[in-house]
């Protein structure tokens, strides 16, 4: 009688699996280590890793046994992977005597499912949950031993054997505990279910998942795992969702000294020293994803944002409830020891050209200071977040704001921290005298979000960018190294944004984050570069700068025609490492340039930094292939090499924290870690330092904070000056010597104070201080209470105060009447977003009158914004549609339209929030016809945007666009 035949005719099979179920022992299945084998072609050198053992993945539900007391913070939703597997006995094994808590002792001839047969049975499987046939006199159940039975272990998480006086199962753990720490006593279990390494004499738990209860009310009846996703991960009932999650111990082992920055953290993407180095040790020789190293993989981890590890918590960006009519983005922060969701942070993607796949492009950064992390979703959407429960702190759209570029590429920024600042930059298209696009870097006060300084690179760049910046300190002076989108390396002074050098590099963006080693920045690109007329073009190179100079530089060594545009360059040993766009290696050396070795072959596509720690490099290319190297006299050795699953692309770049590596792929974050070594922190390298400030107390410059406002005339505005010597060490935060003057509609006393004319329209103002011979200007918008109206009669430009106007726009007399007109002739200009205002206004409607002309046949796209949803009547595709993100048309509504050319319309978007959702229409009728009653098009957005400032959309690539007689009123 097979063992399926005794369950059926028992009449076990469901009671049996029902069992396991409510003890908490079936999760997600185990995957196969056949399906993840490792790269198998040896054409570049080295040895294939044959480290592919499968390790049952390790209970994640630990918080449900921490104490009780602490509540985890709750978002939209919480989600959290559940990767234990289900018993192998039960689901497939039916010829080994080996399950997933493994046989009875001394038990060869029978298939020991689950629990194992009883003791001394060698001629029934003798199953958990049923007695053997003809047994009337003992209940041999799952929990419960044979009457005198104290040397067998067949319980759901049972004792030792010969242990009677273990405290009960059903989801209590044993003691001295299984809370999710290492047990280094009796009954010497590892994290958290697995025998301890070379322990026989265990049952080895660590397969199965712990049974979920409430701390404050031990749970005897063992609730059932939700059943599986097709994603791998479980959705935690509402019950275990607000209140019932115990967090309080899940990072507190880790966590630094409050205010404290540990060394082992990585808050920044790029390390600790801003350079994709750690002086961690003990770390795993291999980035086998089904090695015995494996300690956790998470799929909704699973992204293209480098994660950053600070207090325990390990930090993402990702896309949010994909290809749905609600997608998003989100910051995600899991336990960094178990990869448990703690909390989400999810908002809106709006008004942006980025596609859903590149959503979760940048990276966060931690601050030791205050635990708050800080976050650029790919719209401009930037947040301060609190780190341990995932609030909001304060945000800013910064496309509204600032005129935030965000393309169809997605290329994103990373925002860093220097001292009180959190700094962050993109190509932005301002208002007033900055409408011109530029690069331009925004320092925010950390706390507060007020703007402490606004400063950019050359105007009218090619491209957006993504290069992050590099913190060093030359010659006593602290400079924010980076790439910029005019194609040259910039350094600035970060706590004042003052220009210090810059190195014109390339003819399109710089997308590499430089580095600097022993004094030397090194940096490389992928662009055309900058040759003397009669030098033919060339591609790609890699140079080193002496950051002592001052404004424009020369190179101290260039090398040409190495296409290497994403990865950013390793110094090791007086050696620089590059890896190319296609996934080649390049060795030189750091002071002359000499190639050491060239071209060597490791895949066709890279896109991640490689990661130096503990003497290795550590790498992946896009394709999946990974390596572990060490660096030699000439160039490296492959001492590991392997792949990850087909299809899981590596995009984001590898880090280390507290002896364990995160790797982040499009499926799944995974965590290394080798347990049977000794995690250490080698002495740090010997960091450059500032000249003491003492040493220069005289004041070089000032800084008027905040240095840029937006303001209704009802309201006043305080100003601070700030005064810094000639390195740009802060001196004082307040001047009692300051004076203040003001330009425009307002008066600004002799405290800083600043009070607009109350009668003030959509105007400008700019207050100068002054110390001495110093002065500083911060610009002001005011801008008043709807409603809003807007003629050009009489005007010579756009409004100063609409942000991403101006420089597009021009004011033309037609007809002897003055009216906007969206011009062709600004080839990058063409298609763009204007807006009006404060992004906390909603519930309004906003009405222009609109034509577009034609050329050679083709027509305009026309917009208008309002609550961070578009009205868009469209030249070419005869539609007016509603849509909240461009190419990602999740809650989109259209209908056909018959629109002429160079024919005036009247169009009206009106925005409203009720239950919960969002509720746009939109109509277009004849201008000077009356106006319809029924609205043209009509849609909901059940993830809303619920404020969002009024503005203009317009594509005029093919013909011009005309605009009259705009108002914004309040519904």
């Known amino acids: 009688m097979t063992y399926m035949n005794y369950f059926r005719n028992a009449g076990f099979l469901l009671a ?101 047969p009883l003791p001394g049975n060698t001629s029934a499987p ?29 319980y759901a998480y049972g004792p030792l054997p010969g242990n009677t006086s273990a405290p009960g ?77 115990p967090t309080q111990n899940l990072t507190g082992a880790y966590a630094a000294e409050a205010g404290k920055a540990d060394p082992k953290d990585w808050v920044n993407w790029r390390g600790p020293h801003y350079n994709s180095k750690s002086d961690e040790t003990g770390l795993p020789d291999t980035l086998d994803p089904e090695g015995p190293d494996l300690l956790w993989r998470n799929t909704e981890l699973r992204g293209r944002s480098t994660p950053i590890v600070m207090n325990g918590r390990l930090y993402t960006m990702n896309r949010n409830k994909p290809e749905t009519s609600e997608e998003g983005e989100r910051v995600l922060c899991a336990d960094a020891v178990t990869g448990e969701i703690l909390w989400e942070n999810a908002f809106n993607v709006w008004l942006s050209d980025v596609p859903d796949t590149r959503v979760g492009w940048s990276s966060v950064v931690g601050d030791p200071e205050t635990d708050y992390v800080y976050a650029l979703g790919v719209c401009g959407y930037f947040q301060c977040i609190e780190g341990a429960t995932g609030k909001t702190v304060w945000s800013v759209p910064m496309h509204e704001h600032f005129g935030l570029l965000s393309t169809y590429g997605g290329r994103t920024n990373y925002p860093i921290i220097v001292d009180d600042l959190v700094i962050v930059s993109a190509i932005v298209i301002g208002w007033g005298d900055q409408a011109k696009p530029a690069h331009r870097f925004v320092a925010f006060d950390k706390k507060t979000g007020d703007v402490v300084w606004y400063n950019g690179t050359a105007p009218l760049p090619d491209d957006t960018t993504y290069s992050s910046p590099a913190l060093t300190v030359v010659n006593g002076e602290k400079q924010m190294v980076f790439g910029s989108g005019d194609g040259s390396v910039w350094s600035f002074q970060p706590r004042t944004g003052k220009r ?67 990865a950013s360059p390793l110094e090791i040993d007086g050696r620089i490492y590059i890896f190319d766009d296609r996934a080649k290696a390049w060795v030189y050396d750091a002071k002359t340039g000499k190639e050491i070795m060239g071209k060597k072959a490791l895949g ?32 490296f050795d492959i001492d590991e090499k392997g792949r990850f699953p087909q299809g899981e692309e590596c995009i984001s770049s590898p880090i280390v924290s507290h002896g364990r590596i995160y790797l982040q792929t499009t499926e799944a974050m995974y965590c290394l870690e080798d347990k049977t070594k000794e995690h250490g922190l080698a002495e740090a390298p010997a960091e450059p330092e500032e000249t003491p400030i003492e040493k220069d107390m005289t004041p070089a410059q000032i800084q008027i904070v905040p240095a840029e406002v937006l303001m209704k005339p009802s309201e006043s505005q305080a100003f601070t000056v700030r005064v810094f010597n000639a390195n740009g060490q802060l001196l004082s935060k307040t001047s009692d010597e300051a004076t203040f003057t003001v330009e425009g509609a307002g008066q600004v006393d002799a405290d800083g104070v600043f009070h607009p004319a109350a009668d003030s329209g959509h105007t400008a103002a700019y207050v100068t201080a002054k110390v001495g011979e110093l002065s500083s200007t911060s610009r002001i918008r005011i801008v008043p209470e709807l409603p809003w109206k807007f003629d050009f009669t009489g005007k010579k430009e756009p409004p100063v105060t609409w942000v991403g106007a101006r420089y597009r726009h021009i004011i033309r007399n037609v007809d002897g009447n003055d009216m906007m007109v969206k011009i062709t002739t600004i080839p ?47 030249g070419a595709s005869q539609i007016l549609q509603i849509r909240a993100w461009d190419p990602q048309l999740r809650m989109a509504r259209q209908v056909d339209l018959d629109w002429k050319p160079d024919t005036w319309y009247t169009m009206k978007f009106r ?61």
Request: proline content about 12%.
């Open 828 to 874: 990058k200009g063409t298609r763009s977003r204007a807006w009006f205002g404060q992004s906390d206004l909603h519930d309004y409607t906003i009405q222009a009158d609109v034509k577009g002309s034609i050329t050679d046949g083709k027509m305009p796209d026309i917009g208008l914004i309002a609550q961070g949803y578009k009205l868009d009547l469209q």
């Open 604 to 635: 066709t596509v890279m896109q991640a930094n490689a990661l130096y720690a503990d003497g290795r490099i550590y790498l992946w290319t896009s394709g999946g292939r990974w390596y572990v190297l060490t660096p030699t006299e000439k160039g």
């Open 126 to 154: 003798g199953y958990a949950y049923g007695p053997l046939p003809g047994n009337t006199s003992a209940p041999g159940y799952a929990y419960g031993p044979l009457p005198g039975n104290t040397s067998a272990p067949g």
């Open 16 to 116: 049996a699996f029902s069992a396991l179920v409510l003890s908490g022992c079936v999760g997600r299945p185990a995957e196969p280590a056949a399906q993840r084998q490792s790269d198998k072609e040896d054409a570049d050198g080295g040895k294939t890793s044959t480290r592919g053992v499968a390790v049952p993945p390790k209970p994640d539900w630990k918080a449900f046994l921490q104490p009780s007391g602490i509540t985890i913070p709750y978002h939209q939703s919480v989600a959290v992977t559940a990767p234990g597997a289900m018993p192998q006995g039960i689901a497939r094994n039916v010829t080994s005597p080996g399950g997933a808590y493994g046989p009875n002792p001394g038990n060869g001839s029978a298939p020991g499912f689950a629990y194992g």
């Open 169 to 245: 199962y059903r989801g209590l753990p044993i003691a001295p505990g299984y809370r999710g720490l290492p047990n280094t006593s009796a009954p010497g279990y590892r994290q958290p279910y697995g025998p301890a390494p070379g322990n026989t004499t265990a049952p080895g738990l660590r397969g199965g998942l712990p049974t979920r209860f409430s701390p404050s009310n031990p749970n005897t009846t063992a609730p059932r795992f939700p059943a599986p996703r097709r994603s791998g991960s479980y959705s935690v009932p509402r019950a275990f969702e607000v209140g019932s999650l």
């Open 911 to 971: 925005a409203e929030t009720a239950d919960g959702k969002a509720i746009l229409k939109g109509k277009i009728w004849p201008k000077g016809q009356p106006e319809p009653q029924e609205w043209t098009v009509e849609a909901e957005d059940k993830s809303p945007q619920m404020t969002g400032s009024p503005g203009l959309y317009g594509n005029a690539k093919d013909a011009e666009i005309f605009l009259d007689n705009i108002t914004v009123t309040e519904n």
């Open 500 to 566: 210090l050098w810059f190195y014109e590099f390339a003819r399109r963006g710089l997308n590499v984050a430089p580095i600097v080693a022993n004094g030397i920045v090194y940096t490389n690109q992928a662009e055309e570069n900058i040759v003397p007329p009669d030098f033919p073009p060339t591609m790609g190179g890699v140079v080193a700068l002496d950051p002592s100079a001052k404004g424009k530089t020369t190179p101290i060594w260039r090398n040409e025609e190495i296409v290497a545009g994403r």
